[in-house]
């Protein structure tokens, strides 16, 4: 590994990166056959926010490197950029599918997109470390369930409205 990467900090940038292009493709992928099947921007997020949850044996393994990465980016600048980059990134996505969630009209008028972001990264987070903890699930409850009842329930708060886009795109 020595002469491929300088440095370890380079090594989990590297990882990183990869790690994020993975998940970053599965998202697409996701995103791309809900269109292409009409579904509701809720549900599409929901899948998409599945593919952080450390559910399969890939998954877990790409939740340790950014495990990994994160706790080395509490002291390397370098990383913490991207680190913090990286989570505006979703922010961002997630704030978006909101935004459009208004305009279709899954989402009220009145919701501004930011808090909404912000509430539902911080529970996929969450929910990807209680997950990792817990594999097997909680209390009985497998995790797959337990993920989607999680993901569902917070989606409902924001998503409360029917999908109005392809409606308007059938009786046209």
Not at 118 to 136: C, H, K, S, W
Not at 157 to 172: H, K, N, P
């Amino acid at each position: 590994m020595q002469h491929y990467f300088r440095t370890k900090d380079e090594m989990l940038l590297h990882a990183f990166n990869r790690v994020s292009t993975h998940i970053r493709s599965r998202i697409d992928e996701r995103i791309r056959a809900g269109i292409e099947h009409r579904r509701p921007i809720s549900r599409v997020m929901a899948e998409a926010m599945a593919e952080l949850i450390p559910l399969d044996e890939t998954r877990r393994t790409e939740f340790r490197v950014a495990r990994a990465f994160a706790g080395r980016a509490l002291d390397a600048p370098a990383l913490a950029e991207v680190d913090i980059e990286t989570a505006r990134g979703l922010r961002q996505d997630i704030a978006q599918a909101v935004h459009n969630g208004k305009e279709c009209g899954e989402v009220a008028a009145d919701l501004d997109p930011w808090p909404a972001a912000v509430r539902l990264a911080a529970v996929t987070e969450g929910l990807a470390m209680q997950v990792y903890r817990d594999p097997a699930g909680v209390n009985g409850v497998p995790a797959a369930e337990l993920t989607a009842s999680v993901i569902d329930a917070e989606l409902a708060a924001v998503f409360t409205g029917e999908c109005r886009q392809y409606a308007e795109e059938s009786g046209a």
